[in-house]
T-cell receptor
Framework: EPEVTQTPSHQVTQMGQEVILRCVPISNHLYFYWYRQILGQKVEFLVSFYNNEISEKSEIFDDQFSVERPDGSNFTLKIRSTKLEDSAMYFC???????????FGSGTRLTVV | AQSVTQLDSQVPVFEEAPVELRCNYSSSVSVYLFWYVQYPNQGLQLLLKYLSGSTLVKGINGFEAEFNKSQTSFHLRKPSVHISDTAEYFCAVSPVGAGSYQLTFGKGTKLSVIP
């Protein structure tokens, strides 16, 4: 069964550093998403991406965040200057034409120290 | 805006017993409804979804859910649980026809199946 692949599975970074979280969505999917889950809290929507541009973003997705699909297969989330409160599990997801019932990756646990 | 409430943060149940995980939502527009499961150290896997039609929806692993519009609920049920069902279960909604495909999640319910 096709999978969404996320790397790395765990990343530790110092406050103020830039991090890039990587995702390889399912190859024929058209819509791409990032969600995050702070420990003990809800899974929260960050951003959706379609046709090489952001289609929706939440209030969490401020100027510190950016997304890119650099080569037609990878989908990345960049955090420019990490804060302690960015520590969370970050999930990438993709969906096909119907756009419902995403396929999620296993997540990247980001720890900012 | 939408919100999802999963009242039970943890549900212990004995193996082969039935289980119901509760989900209520609030929305000013119609919604699509989803249940996801997360096994330890894994991603979110779609269990089932309600888009339209029959309000009783069957999913994978013997789970089913019933959409009740008047009670704004979408409870998940399984008649007989197995040890392998131990996981965290998330209810989520997405607005219909609003040009938005973002999911709003509940806080999750940890199901522990006791041998």
């Amino acid at each position: 069964e096709p999978e969404v692949t996320q790397t790395p599975s765990h990343q530790v970074t110092q406050m103020g550093q830039e991090v890039i979280l990587r995702c390889v969505p399912i190859s024929n999917h058209l819509y791409f998403y990032w969600y995050r889950q702070i420990l003990g809290q809800k899974v929260e929507f960050l951003v959706s991406f379609y046709n090489n541009e952001i289609s929706e973003k939440s209030e969490i997705f401020d100027d510190q965040f950016s997304v890119e699909r650099p080569d037609g297969s990878n989908f990345t989330l960049k955090i420019r200057s990490t804060k302690l409160e960015d520590s969370a599990m970050y999930f990438c997801a993709s969906s096909g034409r119907s756009n419902y019932g995403y396929t999620f990756g296993s997540g990247t646990r980001l720890t900012v120290v | 805006a939408q919100s999802v409430t999963q009242l039970d943060s943890q549900v212990p149940v004995f193996e082969e017993a039935p289980v119901e995980l509760r989900c209520n939502y609030s929305s000013s527009v119609s919604v699509y409804l989803f249940w996801y499961v997360q096994y330890p150290n894994q991603g979110l896997q779609l269990l089932l979804k309600y888009l339209s039609g029959s309000t009783l929806v069957k999913g994978i692993n013997g789970f089913e859910a019933e959409f009740n519009k008047s009670q704004t609920s979408f409870h998940l049920r399984k008649p007989s649980v197995h040890i392998s069902d131990t996981a965290e279960y998330f209810c989520a909604v997405s607005p219909v026809g609003a040009g938005s495909y973002q999911l709003t999640f509940g806080k999750g319910t940890k199901l522990s199946v006791i041998p």
